[in-house]
């Protein structure tokens, strides 16, 4: 059954999430209203601005459905600003506390391979662009990788947030990641896979 999934598509870069969706099989959305939101099977979050992005939300009414369908056990991605967008001081969905544009001046944007637990076949190429990482994190969160000895890779359950852009260097495991975890689209077991 082909999956439907969501790309919030306010602001920020979406188009590239919905080339790999089409290529994984999947069935893109874009998400602008909470009409958009109805039986979604998994929700991408991009990167963008999250200060405009949260203004988007509100302005929309979408807070509240977008907390409802993560708390409901559908898989979320978000990357850099999605994030940002999952976490305690915005949608609060993921018991993290990030920190915005983390890695400086001089490092605003760079590329790395970096080794991402759970994903197989070698290291993640991953593009960070103005990007956060994670300064906290309860226990429930498990750091799937770390550059500079910061968390720049989560998930708690089904959530699963990257403080970099998977889908601007064609990666496509991130995606592959989300698509596996709602094999059969029912809430998360207490194992949270
Ligand atoms: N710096 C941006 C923010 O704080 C995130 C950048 C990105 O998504 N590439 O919202």
């Excluded at 958009?36 to 509100?58: C, H, N, R, W």
């Amino acid at each position: 059954m082909t999956r439907t999934v969501g790309i919030l598509a306010l602001q920020g870069g979406f188009e590239a999430h919905t080339k790999i969706l089409r290529a994984l099989g999947a069935e893109p959305r874009e998400v602008r209203v909470p009409a958009d939101i109805e039986g979604l099977d998994a929700l991408i979050i991009p990167g963008g601005e999250s200060t405009v992005m949260t203004l988007g939300i509100d302005r929309e009414g979408l807070g509240e459905p977008l907390r409802a369908l993560a708390g409901s056990g559908v898989p979320v991605l978000g990357t850099c600003a999605g994030m940002i967008m999952l976490d305690r001081d915005h949608l609060g969905v993921l018991d993290i506390r990030t920190s915005r544009n983390a890695f400086g001046r001089q490092l605003r944007s760079f590329e790395a391979e970096i080794e991402l637990a759970g994903v197989q076949g070698g290291p993640v190429h991953a593009v960070f662009i103005r990007a956060p990482w994670v300064a906290e994190h309860g226990d429930g969160v498990e750091v799937l990788a770390m550059v500079d000895g910061h968390p720049v890779a989560v998930r708690q359950g089904r959530l699963l947030a990257v403080a970099f852009h998977p889908e601007l260097a064609g990666e496509t495991r991130l995606h592959q990641l989300l698509l596996g975890m709602n094999g059969a689209g029912r809430p998360t077991g207490v194992d949270g896979s």
